[in-house]
Structures are given as structure tokens and as C-alpha cells.
């Protein structure tokens, strides 16, 4: 899931200073997880913009904020409201956010969140960074994601740097090829893992802006 967190306050004040009406769009999916995009963050956002004498032409949450013409259907309902409202704030991921940048040319969007990362949710509203998106998955050679979870992103084993296990950069950490060590030798998959030396990492696989349209 893609993780967000609301963004301070103070720094939204200075988006909205120079208008009065707003509609709201939140998302149902990643957003709604992380408790950025849910109908308790919009109805909370729409509390703070009235106690400052901001008028809430209407509210939405899509169902995909970043499905582009999915979120187009939804909010044809809500035309006039959003024809009322000067600008539109947006309770999604940077990609949801763009969606309705691309929906209304003309009218201000403003997120409210700041986009942080790939991740999974560990416990309640606590993520931890998983996957760099780097387009060409090691996962079934290395078990974890060491393009990720290694500061260096060492594909063939650990820099040497580690000291009683943890990461020479986060010593707060496991090293990640120790991670990759344990649960390749579960899966007995270790000797299979040394006949697979990976050869340099092809990073213009994770150039952007990147496209992908299946054939
Ligand atoms: S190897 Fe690449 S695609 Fe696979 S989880 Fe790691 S960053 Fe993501
Ligand atoms: S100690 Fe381990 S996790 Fe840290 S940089 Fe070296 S290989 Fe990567």
C-alpha cells in the first residue's frame, strides 16, 4: 500500500489563505488505511476549515482516488458543489491527488497529506517501508527486499559492515541480509541462493516518470 501522513497544519493554512470554499475528496483505499483519506479525516478537515470561517461546499471519498476515470464517474454528482467551491482538497496519495488535478485543470488542488512510501502496515497505523518499486523483483532469490531494507541495497550478500547483526548505517536494525540469511535458510533455500549471483542492478528500470500498459 502506498503510505501517507497528514500533513501539519500550519503549512495547509498557507495553501488555503487566499480561499473561502473547498471541496473535500478522501479515498477509500490505501488513504482510508492509513487514516488520511477516511470519512473521520475528511469530517475532521471539514471541522477545522469551518472553526476558521471556511465554508465546505461538499465532501467525497472515492472509491480508487488514482483510478482515473472510476474517480471521473464519482464525482459527477457532486458537480455543482464543486463548481461552488473555489478550490479542492484532496485526502489521498500524491497519485489520487493528480487524478483530480487532471479532472479540473482550472480549479486549485491541494493535498493534504505528504506521500511517504511503498510500505506494509505492521500494526494499527504503523508501516514500515517495503518495496522501492525498483522494477525487477529479487523476492524469490533474496526472500526479503534487500533493495529496501539495506541502506546500500547489497544485492549478493552483506557490505561486511554489520556488527552483532545489526546495520552498520541503522544500528537500531537487523542488517537485512541477516533477514534474508534466516528466512532463506527455512525455506532451504540457501545453496539455491549462492548459485544465483545477481549482477549489477539495472536502475533505469526505476527512471521516471515510468509507463506500463499491458499487452
Ligand atoms: S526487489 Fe524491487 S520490486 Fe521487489 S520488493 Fe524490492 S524494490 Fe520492490
Ligand atoms: S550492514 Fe547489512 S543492512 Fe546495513 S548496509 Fe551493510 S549489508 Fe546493508
Same mark, same amino acid.
Given at each position: ?104 485543470? &482550472? !480549479? ?16 494499527? /497505523?504503523? $508501516?514500515? #517501508? ?60 540457501? &545453496? !539455491? ?16 516518470? /515510468?509507463? $506500463?500498459? #499491458?499487452?
Amino acid at each position: 500500500m502506498i503510505i501517507t501522513r497528514k500533513k501539519d497544519l500550519k503549512e495547509i493554512e498557507e495553501y488555503i489563505e487566499n480561499f473561502d470554499k473547498f471541496f473535500l475528496i478522501g479515498c477509500s483505499e490505501c488513504a482510508t488505511l492509513c487514516g488520511t483519506g477516511s470519512e473521520e479525516a475528511i469530517l475532521n478537515l471539514k471541522q477545522w476549515l469551518e472553526n476558521n470561517n471556511k465554508k465546505v461546499t461538499g465532501w467525497m471519498i472515492a472509491k480508487t482516488g488514482c483510478q482515473i476515470l472510476g474517480t471521473k464517474r464519482e464525482l459527477s454528482q457532486y458537480r455543482q458543489d464543486i463548481e461552488e467551491a473555489q478550490c479542492i482538497m484532496v485526502l489521498s496519495c500524491g497519485a489520487g491527488t493528480q487524478s483530480i488535478t487532471e479532472l479540473f485543470e &482550472e !480549479k486549485p488542488v491541494i493535498p493534504v497529506n505528504d506521500t511517504l512510501f511503498i510500505g506494509n502496515m505492521r500494526r494499527l /497505523r504503523e $508501516f514500515e #517501508e517495503r518495496c522501492r518499486a525498483c522494477g525487477e523483483c529479487f523476492l524469490a532469490i533474496t526472500g526479503v527486499c534487500v533493495v529496501t531494507l539495506c541502506p546500500k541495497s547489497m544485492l549478493n550478500g552483506p557490505c561486511g559492515g554489520y556488527k552483532d547483526g545489526k546495520c552498520e548505517v541503522n544500528p537500531l536494525r537487523k542488517c537485512a541480509w541477516i533477514v534474508a540469511y534466516e528466512i532463506l535458510k527455512k525455506r532451504g533455500l540457501i &545453496e !539455491k541462493f549462492y548459485e544465483n549471483i545477481l549482477g549489477p542492478k539495472d536502475w533505469s528500470k526505476a527512471n521516471s516518470p /515510468r509507463m $506500463f500498459k #499491458e499487452k
